[in-house]
């Protein structure tokens, strides 16, 4: 059976990494969460003091960028990966709200871009593979054989965000993270490199109103077609 790659792309909070890690497992594919990478680079920022209340030190970032050694572990039983900075597993510390908070900023960054795209090219070289983000299928993966844009409302995105930083115990208000999510849609969007938008071959998905259930396997079934040459 031949493989393909799925290329995920669209706002924050939409489910994209949900989706793509059930994917991946019903497949037997690799799966990739370019946005940890992202978080991962922020979060080495944030450790390093190029990121403080007076803004982000973008040249100190770039002049450090060979220091940074960002590894996925990935689980075959679980279906998961955790993100590996610098040898240390900070798959939690990348998900606080600080991170969210700046991640964008970081990631409209050239330099950066291009350092995580050719370690992205790379995990994807021999198909088999899904992975999400905001340019897997316009920079990453432009051949990729299906590209899925993912989006929703900023409202249900900011609820489904908050609620998950509850389960985790952290003290957020919901007025703070629908504020996170309008910013980093505005940063994505209107980015000068690699901006998030939706390719003329992409298929676009609102789930607002859609079940994790039904939208896997609208995907799903749109991946099968390719698989087996219908498309």
Partial sequence: MKKITIAIDGHSSTGKSTVAKQLAAYLGYVYVDSGAMYRAVTYYAMQNGFITAEGLDKIKLISHLNSIDIRLQYHTSSNTSEVILNGKNVEQEIRTMDVSNNVSRVAEIPEVRKKLVEIQQQMGKSKGVVMDGRDIGTVVFPDAELKIFLTASAEERARRRFMEHQTKGETVTYESVLENVQN????????????LIITKDAIVIDNTHTTKEDQFHIILQLAKDRIAGRV
């Fill in 184 to 195: 980093r849609d505005y940063i994505d969007s209107t980015r000068n490199d690699s901006p």
